[in-house]
């Protein structure tokens, strides 16, 4: 059993794992650092002669003949050209990031150094690197699957808590396990489907139909939770789109600057004072909100630049992730605001509905008057009082539905495209076993069911996605 579930896997890779690419036996050479002026700077050289190159401009002793593992000090020397004193690190294959001999040369950080010492390798016989080939060359050595190469490249870019925790499970393989897990268990009936077919005629049924079904079913659930994760996954990595809504003077630049706790817009009594949307971002419990204060909507606009702003509020509100609408107490009245309540329903708004300047009616006295409209968050943007309830209310949003960081987030889009493939397939499967299909024709779906799996985790790929996703990274990476 054991040989004919490896033969059927490996007549599934189109092209397997550990494909040599071409440019594939070069030594590369690459800044891993940040270009500019710094303290130290990190030049990485990875593949067969990477020691030897370093060895050539190191004079101090033969790194041929160092250990794995050790630091060395000495001056870096081009013939009798001095470079710099520096610090090589050597890691002998397989035991490095790549899996291939890789000698690290900290130097100071100039930028005329380092690009002297990079000209030096390339002399040598090293080339330079192209972006994120360090990171492919450890994933084609099998270092790392795909998923976790992608959440490398994901957790250079992570600037807040929530992203830089899903990069690192991700970097784990918290995700690729899951998928592997799904994988091993359909390959098991593919097999097994398989084998009955080489008995056709004499009526066997070596796969429980049951079992498959269950199966299917679950991997259907996890696999819709996962798709159902990524709009998390994509806030987390690009911020939340939160647009301040309303009319004229409600108070929106007041909101924005009291969220934000610095006095970012203008705000004044005269209604119509932003003309322009105002950008900026804050971070509330490791998630990002780009909030964005615009001009306050009515009909009868003054002036042509007014016309302008309100367009462009129109489009904000359209295009958020979040709506704060805010009005004024005092002024808004209920069958009014009902109205507008009603037309955000019905564009799909995602909203918050706040209540501002209380401090003028009082509380009670607001929300005697909006007593039959639920979810109003009052509010006094000028006093600055439950304004941490609206932050509350923001997070709230972000996570409804449970979702949590802790668990496994899509992030990629490549990795949701192919996550609804495996959906479609998997209901065409269900679908199969409803009709009593027979097992020629479903293990067809579940082959191709498998081939999306395998993508996400580069277990099948070709070179051309391979060199799309890693282009993807920071030269160096
Ligand atoms: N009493 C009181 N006044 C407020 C409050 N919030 C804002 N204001 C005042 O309301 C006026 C308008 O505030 P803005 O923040 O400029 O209002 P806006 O919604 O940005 O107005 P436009 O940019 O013109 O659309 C200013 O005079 C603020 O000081 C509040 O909570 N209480
Ligand atoms: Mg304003």
Not at 431 to 453: F, T, V, W
């Amino acid at each position: 059993m054991a040989t004919f579930l490896l033969n059927l896997d490996s007549g599934l890779i189109l092209t397997c794992m550990n494909t040599k690419l071409s440019g594939w036996d070069d030594t590369i050479v690459a800044l891993a650092t940040p270009p500019g002026i710094g303290a130290l700077g990190i030049i990485r050289l990875s593949g067969a002669y990477a020691i030897e190159i370093v060895n050539r401009l190191f004079p101090a002793k033969d790194l041929a003949r160092e250990n794995s593992h050790t630091l060395h000090v000495g001056f870096l020397k081009n013939n009798e050209h001095m470079l710099d004193e520096v610090v090589v690190s050597l890691y002998k294959a397989p035991r490095s990031y790549t899996g291939e001999n890789i000698a690290e040369i900290t130097c100071h950080g100039s930028s005329f150094i380092h690009q002297q010492i990079i000209e030096a390798c390339i002399k040598h016989g090293a080339r330079l690197a192209k972006p994120g080939e360090f990171t492919q060359r450890a994933f084609l050595n099998g270092k790392l699957d795909l998923t976790q190469a992608e959440a490398v490249a994901d957790l250079i870019l992570s600037n807040t808590e929530a992203s830089h925790k899903t990069a690192l499970t991700n970097i784990r393989g918290g995700f690729s396990q899951t998928l592997k897990a799904l994988r091993e268990q359909l390959l098991t009936f593919s097999a097994l489907i398989e084998l009955e077919l080489d008995f056709s005629g004499e009526d066997v049924e070596f796969a429980d139909r049951t079992k498959l079904k269950n199966l299917v079913s679950d991997a259907k659930e996890q696999t819709e939770k996962l798709l159902l994760s990524f709009k998390l996954g994509n806030i987390i990595k690009n911020g939340v789109n939160t647009a301040i809504i309303g009319k004229p003077n409600a108070g929106k630049s007041t909101l924005l600057n009291a969220l934000l706790n610095e006095e970012r817009a203008i705000v004044s009594h005269i209604p119509g004072t932003t003309r322009d949307t105002i950008e900026e971002v804050i971070n509330i419990d490791g998630i990002l909100f780009r909030l964005i204060d615009t001009a306050g909507i009515r009909s009868g606009a003054l002036d042509e630049i007014e016309k302008v702003g309100i367009e462009r509020s129109l489009q904000k509100r359209q295009n958020a992730d979040i709506v704060i609408y805010l009005f004024d107490v005092e002024e808004m009245q209920e069958s009014e605001l009902k109205f507008i309540i009603a037309e955000m329903h019905q564009q799909e708004l995602n909203f918050l509905l706040i209540g501002n300047k209380v401090d003028i009616i009082g509380e009670e006295a607001a929300k005697e008057k909006f007593l039959t409209i639920e979810e109003i968050i009052f509010i006094s943007a000028k006093e600055n009082s439950h304004v941490e309830l609206v932050k509350e209310k923001m997070i709230g949003i972000v996570f409804q539905g449970n979702l949590q960081t802790e668990n496994i987030i899509v992030t990629n889009a490549r990795h949701y495209e192919a996550l609804q493939e495996v959906k479609r397939s998997l209901v065409d499967i269900e679908e199969g076993m409803e009709n009593k299909l027979p097992g020629d024709l479903l293990s067809i779906d579940i082959r191709r069911c498998l081939q999306y799996l395998g993508e996400i985790t580069g277990e099948i790929t070709n070179e051309d996605q391979l060199d799309y996703i890693f282009s993807k990274f920071c030269i160096g990476k």
